[in-house]
């Protein structure tokens, strides 16, 4: 099962990024220093736009720099690309051929904007369109649910936000994510024991927020892919703003919040939601968040902005155990190929 294999692949993933792929993330970030763009644009697509999400809160959070999510359709469907001139434009791609995402860049590239591609193949089509390439180093992913190259992505993202902010101390807390997400994913052996009581489940909640944002909406998709469960994604903030009419007794509900700021609008959260019914699913490294779930997934203290790369691990493992659970092909969802191009 090779879904298996590349969800136990990440730990050695992200060390060698961290050991090899450091020289060219400075060399790229010195280069963002010199253009010194007035804000950033992310043109990507699937568990790709998740990883951008994430980068949102590390551009803008740690960087205080403006960023916009690209609207691809703009510039292949309507062919009015918006003036880019000034920006970094960053296309994140697993597979480099999402055609839309490319134009986005080739746009960018016409109007005088500095481009950058994050891809796990160099000779893709996203990498040759942009002016620097970071790679993700996490070899061939053979099943079609992408796990490791996200984790990958997240992963370069960090790296570059570190180098940007030439910190020490960030680095420093980035070297003990291999360590720390082999933890997680021997924490996360446990969810099989307790996978089968959620077979029959067709719908699912995932939230989170901030930083872990994107975390919820990766596990969400993760679960529709592998386990076919009409599954919605939410900040926990936007959820609180008609979703949770929802909700009733017995709704399951998967609540990513790590120690950081959103912690205490989460444990509000989880308490409303059991005051509900619902069958709430926490992913945490709080023990007192994590006393409040019907089911716990414990991962490892890091800093918030690090904890996404953890946090989603646990949520991989139970998409892939419901997926088994239900006698599903794990490697190849039904409807789905490993590269999708859209125009």
Known sequence: MHLQKEIAQQPAVIE??????????????????????????????????????YAQYMFGGLLRTPVMLATPS?????ETAPDLSRALVIGISQSGQAEDVRTVLSDAN???????????FEDSPLAHTAKYHLPLLAERELSVAATKTYTAQLTVIAMLTSALADSDAMRKDQSALPRLSAQALRLGEGIAAWAQRYRYID???????????????????????LAYIASEGYSEANFRHGPIAAIDRGHPVILVSPHGK?????????????????ETLVISNNSDLL????QAMTIPSTPEWLSPILAVMPGQIFAMQQALVRGYEVDKPRGLSKVTITE
């Open 16 to 53: 060698q990024l961290l050991n090899d792929g450091r020289a060219l993330t400075d060399a790229v970030a010195a280069a963002i220093r010199d253009f010194n763009p007035v804000f950033v644009c992310i043109a990507a697509r699937g568990t790709s736009d998740n990883a951008a999400h």
């Open 74 to 78: 703009l510039h292949t469907v309507y």
């Open 110 to 120: 016409q109007q005088g904007a500095l481009t950058l591609a994050i891809t796990n």
């Open 203 to 225: 719908r699912l909640v995932t939230l989170g927020r901030g930083f872990n944002y994107a975390t919820a909406c990766e596990i969400s998709l993760k679960v529709k892919e």
């Open 262 to 278: 959103n912690l205490a609008g989460m444990v509000d959260m989880c308490q409303r939601l059991n005051e509900l019914g619902a």
């Open 291 to 294: 006393g409040q779930g019907r």
